[in-house]
């Protein structure tokens, strides 16, 4: 399958020769400020390297708009805030999930695989893992003049470990290693420039605490994602991780012993630095953007106050979730949820639809995304993405207990 432009394209957001510039327009009649084309704000998302570490990888989170900081644990918990694991209740879970991706464009062989799972220490340490896995299926690479050169199998992912700890009797941290090696097109050549796998390391750390009530329980939890190195595909550019600030809240309601329903938002915002409109920003000497050039540490903080157009455009930066599940008899879940991106940092804008079901040692969850975005709706890349995880409980083959109701 030959899809070239669309690596190449990639390639270039991730090197940063493209700057996003060429719709955005200084207005020297509006004090000199940036504008589209069509006159209105300029779209001004935020570019990382590894964007598929963003992707939530599991159909139970899937199913409620992305949204699951707060939820309760599961053996999915590693991505969205592994804390949570200090209070799962069995002693070792599975979880594997596929994700067809990207079907809407017309593409059969890219797509999301995700295992993971948790190992319980005793009543209060938990050990997590997981392995991400993403393909851009099969791809012809091309020259300048659209000559086949060869073809090349792009894939990246991610290794991870965890430990969650409770520090109080409804209080938990987590903390996560990972490993993130991405191979976009190793050995080939854009522009002269050799174009290598990227390779680098991160951290998570989350914090997950409870709050029982007479027939409910309120959960908040806080998550700090993907602390580590950037990433470098040439000698010439590094490229920030898709570092992440996430903070989420649950209110799980039991009607009886048999119904049990939960609300949950999550808001999250990238710690990367925003792009500047004015090209002027670039360092005359490699053309590369200032905000790319800075440190991790000094991109983080900068983050919150570094957007062009200052305080409302980094309220625009938040992403929004907003799910609920539905259990009957710890059997069956009905879930739904939406997820909202400001148009001009992204445009995503969808609702997720989702089913559990539960037998004995074994569960099964299924999600599927419609996109709402109004400007999108017909060629939104992500609408009708499915994800399916199968759920294996071993604790369950020792002593007899349910499946969590997760």
């Not at 000698?235 to 009607?255: K, R, V, Y």
Request: proline share 5%; net charge negative.
């Amino acid at each position: 399958m030959q899809r070239t432009p669309l690596l190449i394209i990639t390639l270039l957001m991730l090197l940063g020769w493209q700057n996003g510039l060429s719709q955005c327009i200084e207005n020297p009649l509006n004090s000199g400020n940036y504008e589209s084309l069509g006159g209105g704000p300029c779209a001004n998302a935020i570019p990382t390297a590894v964007p598929f570490l963003r992707i939530t990888p599991d159909a139970r989170s899937g199913g409620m708009g992305d949204a699951g900081i707060a939820i309760s644990p599961d053996a999915n918990s590693m991505h969205l805030n592994s804390s949570k694991l200090a209070f799962v209740e069995n002693d070792f879970a599975l979880s594997a999930t596929y994700s067809p991706w990207l079907r809407s464009l017309g593409l059969q062989d890219v797509y999301l695989a995700y295992l993971s799972g948790y190992k319980k220490i005793d009543d209060l340490q938990a050990l997590g893992f997981s392995l991400r896995y993403f393909s851009l299926g099969d791809i012809q690479f091309t020259n300048e003049n659209g000559e086949p050169i060869g073809f090349g199998r792009p894939n990246e992912f991610e290794l991870a470990v965890g430990f969650a700890r409770k520090l109080g009797e409804n209080f938990s941290v987590g903390i996560n290693g990972k490993f993130i090696y991405s191979n976009l097109a190793a050995g080939q050549e854009v522009g002269g420039i050799e174009i290598n796998p990227g390779i680098a390391g991160a951290a998570d750390i989350g914090f997950y605490y409870g709050l029982p009530l007479e027939t409910s329980t309120l959960t908040f939890g806080l998550a700090l994602s993907n602390l580590g190195s950037k990433i470098s595909y040439t000698q010439e550019t590094n490229d920030f991780l898709p570092i992440n600030f996430g903070f989420g809240s649950a209110w799980e309601f039991f009607f009886d012993d048999y119904n049990s329903l939960t609300i949950t938002a999550d808001a999250n915002k990238l710690m990367v630095p925003t792009p500047q409109h004015n090209i002027k920003d670039e360092d005359p000497m490699n053309g590369i953007a200032d905000y790319r050039e800075k440190g991790v540490f000094n991109g983080i903080l900068n983050s919150w106050s570094d957007a062009p157009e200052g305080f409302s455009e980094e309220l625009k930066e938040f992403t929004y979730s907003l799910g609920a599940e539905y259990w009957y008899d710890k059997q069956f879940a009905l879930r739904a949820g939406y997820f909202h991106e400001n148009i001009l940092k992204g445009a995503r804008e969808y609702i997720t639809l989702g089913l559990g079901l539960k037998y004995n040692v074994f569960g099964i969850n299924m999600s599927y995304l419609i996109s709402t975005t109004p400007t999108l709706q017909s060629s939104n890349p992500l609408d009708k993405t499915l994800r399916f995880s199968l759920l294996f409980d071993f604790g369950t083959l020792s002593d007899g207990a349910d499946l969590p109701t997760n």
